[in-house]
């Protein structure tokens, strides 16, 4: 199988110069846990998840002392109105990741799972054509129903009861 047969075409994605209030718009509306950056011309140039958009707990520098950070800055304790600022001024670019996984639609479905759980740390491969545009995505979860998929019976068949 090659990977333009489980893509998902036409993906949501977000402009590099959108707000991140947008970008989590964008993701809630969807019912996504990220999205392809693009620039003007629909290049991919990166990608935002969730928790590239949540505070994150870090130690105070020389202080035993945890205190959450959000976009390289301390957040106020007790305060998600400095979040939410922060979400309606800086753009996307500011918090996107640019290390991406990336295939072409021709490639075999096996190199794009490889890409996705190299260090397991990717969520999604983004599938770009040879101009470098965003044609498509895979998630973990497409894989996930395509080997569901592949396992269930066919109508002729039924299910073995041997254990």
């Known amino acids: 199988m090659r990977v333009k047969e489980l893509m998902k075409t036409r993906p949501y994605s977000v402009r590099l110069d959108e707000t991140l209030l947008v970008a989590a718009q964008r993701m809630l509306e969807h019912r996504l846990g990220g999205l392809p950056v693009v620039n003007e011309a629909g290049k991919l140039v990166g990608l935002i998840e969730v928790d590239d958009l949540l505070p994150r707990p870090e130690n105070v520098p020389f202080s035993e002392v945890e205190a959450l950070r959000l976009f390289d800055e301390w957040v106020d304790p007790g305060s998600?109105?400095?979040?939410?600022?922060?979400?309606q001024s800086k753009p996307v670019a500011a918090a996107m990741r640019t290390e991406l996984a990336v295939v072409s639609p021709e490639d075999p479905l096996e190199t794009a799972l490889v890409r996705m759980m190299q260090d397991r740390q990717y969520r999604?491969?983004?599938?770009?054509?040879?101009?470098?545009?965003?044609?498509?995505?895979?998630?973990r979860s497409d894989f996930l129903r395509l080997f569901v998929m592949q396992q269930s019976p066919t109508p002729n068949q039924t299910p073995s009861t041997e254990n």
């Open 80 to 87: 998600v109105e400095s979040v939410y600022r922060q979400y």
């Open 124 to 139: 999604r491969v983004l599938v770009v054509d040879e101009q470098g545009q965003l044609v498509g995505t895979l998630t």
